[in-house]
C-alpha cells in the first residue's frame, strides 16, 4: 500500500481481555518496528522485525505482550489479559532498514477499562 | 529511563517569530539525531536529521543544530507558520543500532 496502515484505529477494552492490533507495513520494507506512546511520555520501543531474522523482542514490556509478523509482511501485536497501564498509542512504522526511512501508521489507540 | 529528553512540553510562538524546541540526550553512544513532526491523529513522520560527524543540517526552513559535547540538539523552524503547529519528537540512535529512542515531544503553537 501507500502507507502503514494499523487497525483498529481505537480499541476499548475490559481489563484482563486479549486485544489483537494489525500492521500492514509499505510493500517491500523489510524493518517493521512496534513503539508506543504512554500519556505523556515518549514512544517507546517494543519490537522489530528484519527480513526472516529472529524479532528483536527486548522492548517488550512483560510476557503477555508478544508479536508475529507473517510472510515478511503484515504484523500483529497482541496482549494478553489487558491492564489498565497498556493504555497507549500503539504505532507501528516500517522502512528500508535504515533509520531515515521510519514511516509510521496512525497508531491505534488502546484503552483499557 | 528516559535517554532522550525534551524538557519543554510546549511552546508558543507568533507567525513569523522562529521557533526553537531543545533537546538534551545522556547517551554518549548515539550518533544519529532525527526531528519528527505529528499531527492529531497520524503517525510522526520524518523532518530533518543530523549525523555526529556535523553539528548543522538545514532543509529549508528547518535547520537542527547538534552540540556534542554538551550532548544537546536544537531544532529552529524560521519563519514559523500556522501549518507548523503540532508535536516534535527528538530522537536518537547509536552506532549500528536500528532502535530509535524518542524524547516525550514538544507541542508547538503558532499563533496568527
Known amino acids: 500500500g501507500a502507507g502503514v496502515s494499523q487497525s483498529p484505529s481505537n480499541k476499548v477494552t475490559e481489563k484482563g481481555k486479549d486485544v489483537e492490533l494489525r500492521c500492514d507495513p509499505i510493500s517491500g520494507h523489510t524493518a517493521l518496528y512496534w513503539y508506543r506512546q504512554s500519556l505523556g511520555q515518549g514512544l517507546e520501543f517494543l519490537i522489530y522485525f528484519q527480513g526472516n531474522s529472529a524479532p528483536d523482542k527486548s522492548g517488550l514490556p512483560s510476557d503477555r505482550f508478544s508479536a508475529e509478523r507473517t510472510g515478511g509482511s503484515v504484523s500483529t501485536l497482541t496482549i494478553q489479559r489487558t491492564q489498565q497501564e497498556d493504555s497507549a498509542v500503539y504505532l507501528c512504522a516500517s522502512s528500508l532498514a535504515s533509520t531515515d526511512g521510519y514511516t509510521f501508521g496512525s497508531g491505534t489507540r488502546l484503552t483499557v477499562v | ?112
Open chain 2, 1 to 112: 529511563d528516559q535517554q532522550v529528553k525534551q524538557n519543554s512540553p510546549s511552546l508558543s510562538v507568533q507567525e513569523g517569530r522562529i521557533s526553537i524546541l531543545n533537546c538534551d540526550y545522556t547517551n554518549s553512544m548515539f550518533d544519529y539525531f532525527l526531528w519528527y513532526k505529528k499531527y492529531p491523529a497520524e503517525g510522526p513522520t520524518f523532518l530533518i536529521s543530523i549525523s555526529s560527524i556535523k553539528d548543522k543540517n538545514e532543509d529549508g526552513r528547518f535547520t537542527v543544530f547538534l552540540n556534542k559535547s554538551a550532548k544537546h540538539l536544537s531544532l529552529h523552524i524560521v519563519p514559523s507558520q500556522p501549518g507548523d503547529s503540532a508535536v516534535y519528537f527528538c530522537a536518537a540512535s547509536a552506532i549500528d543500532d536500528y532502535k530509535l529512542s524518542f524524547g516525550a515531544g514538544t507541542t508547538v503553537t503558532v499563533r496568527a
